[in-house]
């Protein structure tokens, strides 16, 4: 028993490592000097800033935070609505055509976005939605919305009915019931949408290079890419950037992870 223990430890702390590492060469490598010719594993014993301030002058990092929080933001707060509204019907009525609609939305979870991005590219070309930021939403509100439709179907199914049936009785309405009763249990399962659908938005990179052409509209990611050429790979100033862009999306995560297990393993099991 206790040699099966060790080797769980051991391998949990190498599960660790494999995982800490990048964020630690991260670290290194953008706080070294261009003509610091050191191993990237060594942390330098100077502080060396110009990679932060030149990457957020160079990339425009300051517009691109903007842009990637708006998109971000607005997306998010869609998939939620969204996404919980067509859960609560789905888990509680369960009527062949509520399951057919829960199917074909579960459905879209393996169709991978490149696959369809010519079509896609065509769509947007067509309504007018390239270089708009409305157009980038819908785009991610509808990639997302599968896998929040079956979190919160899922974790709807675990609420007792009893307390629909109670407030009923009390007078309240559907509408009434959903966002006065069932609204304030879903916490945990709204975290960790808010936790998997920003992360995944914020870190974008194959819809905003498409559809976000424009300068002015880079995110973060796209901007950071610019450093990249076929001649000059400035390593030191995406570094920097990387760790500031971690940032935001971090402490998000830092500030609702005590619902984020409870609200993915709830909804997941019943899913």
Not at 107 to 117: E, G, H, K, N
Request: with cysteine.
């Amino acid at each position: 028993m206790m040699r099966k223990r060790v080797w769980l430890n051991a391998a949990a702390l190498i599960i660790c490592l494999i995982h800490v590492l990048p964020f630690y060469i991260l670290i290194t490598t953008s706080m070294k000097a261009a003509d610091d010719p050191s191993s990237k594993w060594i942390m330098p014993g100077y502080w060396y800033t110009d990679n932060f301030t030149n990457a957020f002058r160079e990339a425009n990092l300051g517009t691109a935070f903007i842009n990637n929080a708006t998109v971000t933001g607005f997306a998010v707060l869609l998939i939620v609505i969204l996404g919980s509204v067509a859960a609560y019907p789905l888990s509680r009525h369960r009527t062949p055509w509520n399951k057919f609609i829960y199917t074909l939305f579960i459905s879209a979870l393996i169709v991978p976005p490149l696959t369809i991005l010519v079509p896609l590219y065509k769509l947007m070309v067509d309504i007018g939605a390239m270089n708009h930021f409305w157009g980038i939403i819908l785009l991610h509100v509808t990639f997302n919305l599968p896998m929040t439709i079956f979190l919160y179907t899922g974790f709807i199914g675990t609420i007792p009915r009893e307390l629909d049936e109670a407030a009923m009785i009390d007078g309240a309405g559907r509408l009434g019931l959903f966002y006065r009763i069932l609204l304030p249990l879903l916490k945990p399962i709204t975290a960790t949408v808010i936790i998997l659908s920003g992360v995944a938005i914020w870190n974008d990179y194959q819809f905003s290079v498409f559809f976000l052409q424009q300068p002015s509209m880079r995110t973060v990611t796209v901007a950071l890419a610019s450093f990249f050429g076929q001649y000059n790979n400035n390593i030191g100033w995406v570094a920097a950037g990387s760790f500031m862009a971690a940032i935001p999306i971090s402490a998000v995560y830092l500030f609702l992870q005590r619902y984020f297990i409870h609200g993915l393993s709830s909804g997941a099991v019943k899913g």
